[in-house]
């Protein structure tokens, strides 16, 4: 396993649970002597405590360097970032360092598997880096969602194998036997295109139901409403159905653009796929209008409480985060930012880190929720009105419950909302 990112991480310590004999390889000696040890900085339930069993159980351990790693290993991951390279193109660089570095020690018949993002066609350049024609080359996307990787993986919707090479790919395909799910055995090409197919579906469609919360509040309709009534539609179903602030995150962003340029490659105008991305930068526009409302028209001097960092609740990945994105075009219109993350607690550009959500609100203008962090749901709002000079609140998540903030006599904007009318207190 090359990497031992989220990706890498997840899947070796999933792997070695099913029973298999695990290599984890990093170039970060700091970091390997700390997995080595039992001790995982990436915020993932589940993560750390099959490290330590895999560990424990002697199927999982870790070293610095792939050369000495790969030498009797039947399949190779790799698992090294893919970061968006110029033009929004992926950036396969590190994965041809990888394949330099190990070709020569490959032993026959061990096959490379891509487990990392790559565009269609990367598995047919590996064959061409490596060389070799005893060393088939199959395509393993994953799919996991940060936050539930451990879950994911363990009981994933599909196990997706694809390698012009069949017997490798069912061999591969075979390292997942004991996992409940179907099994889609394909070329590689079409593996490769399924991760980058279905992100970009999942993308569109979150760009879709913020451009219709848009259109809930021109229309005077309620988008709690309208995407429940979608939701019962199988053909739909109810999942990335919530408005927000916009997709971010380590894959949305960087697949998006990837499938762009890749259909450009071709010579097909994916506009469908730019439109999507086109809305997206458009909403965090619009959230910031939302907040500059918030505070009377001007964000100028606008001292602005924020609650959530991280591009999802679950996880202190803060990679193309919307919530990111929102503070740094709140402050680069003057406002003052004060934010809260529970997973996020170091310094950041542009805004002052607390480590209590309280301290947020203290003589804020108006509070901005931009994660969708539960115990946000939890807080004292009658005391978060008492610390604030202003009274707006805007939810980007419709994560509040709306009554309870105007009760504690605040205002209240979420996403595609109707807004509830103040109850006149007695007296």
């Known amino acids: 396993m090359i990497g031992t990112g989220y990706v890498g991480l997840t899947t070796g310590a999933c792997l070695a649970a099913l029973g298999h004999q695990v290599t984890c390889v990093d170039v970060d000696d700091v970091k390997v002597a700390r997995l080595a040890a039992g001790r995982v900085d990436i915020l993932e339930p589940g993560l750390e405590e099959l490290v330590t069993r895999g560990l424990a159980a002697r199927r999982l351990r870790f070293v610095v360097g792939s050369r000495a790693a790969v030498a009797g290993a039947e399949a190779v991951y790799l698992c090294v970032p893919t970061p968006m390279g110029a033009g929004g193109a992926a950036d396969l660089r590190a994965v041809e360092a990888v394949i330099a570095e190990i ?104 760009s879709y139901v913020n451009a219709i919360a848009e259109l809930c509040e021109r229309l005077g309709a309620d988008i709690v409403s309208v ?60 959230i910031v209008a939302k907040i500059a409302g918030a505070v009377g028209g001007s964000l100028a001097a606008a001292r602005i409480g924020v609650l ?66 539960a115990e946000f749901t939890k807080l004292d709002w009658g005391y978060m009105a008492d610390l604030m000079q202003g009274d707006g609140v805007v939810d ?15 205002s209240y904007v979420g996403l595609g909302r109707r807004r509830p009318a103040r109850v006149a207190l007695p007296g």
Not at 113 to 134: E, F, M, N
Not at 177 to 201: G, H, M, Q, W
Not at 343 to 368: F, N
């Open 103 to 206: 070709a020569d020690v490959l032993p026959a018949g061990c096959a490379v598997v891509t487990k990392s993002t790559v565009p269609v066609g990367t598995a047919q350049r590996i064959r061409a880096l490596l060389g070799r024609d005893d060393i088939p080359v199959v395509a393993n996307p994953e799919f996991l969602r940060e936050g539930t990787a451990v879950g994911d993986f363990m009981h994933p919707d599909r196990i997706v194998v694809g390698s012009d090479d069949e017997a490798a790919a069912r061999r591969i395909a075979g390292l997942y036997r004991d996992l409940s799910a179907p099994n889609v055995i394909t070329d590689a090409a079409s593996a490769e295109l399924v991760k980058y197919a279905a992100n970009c579906f999942l993308a569109m469609k979150l």
């Open 227 to 286: 995407t429940e009534g979608m939701g019962y539609d199988r053909r739909i179903g109810r999942s990335f159905l919530k408005p927000g602030p916009g997709w971010g995150g380590s894959c949305l962003p960087k697949d998006t653009h990837a499938l762009v340029q890749v259909a450009e490659s071709v010579g097909f105008d994916f506009s469908l796929l730019t439109a999507a991305i086109v809305e997206n930068i458009a909403q965090r526009d619009r």
């Open 308 to 373: 959530g960092l991280a591009f999802k609740a679950g996880t202190n990945d803060l990679r193309d985060s919307p919530a990111l994105s929102v503070t740094s075009m709140l402050a680069a219109h003057g406002a003052e930012v004060t934010a809260y993350d529970p997973a996020v607690r170091e310094a950041l550009p542009g805004m002052t880190v607390v480590d209590d959500p309280y301290q947020v609100a203290k003589d804020a203008d108006a509070i901005v929720v931009l994660t969708e962090w």
């Open 396 to 410: 980007t998540r419709n994560l509040l419950e709306p009554r309870t903030i105007l009760d504690a006599g605040l």
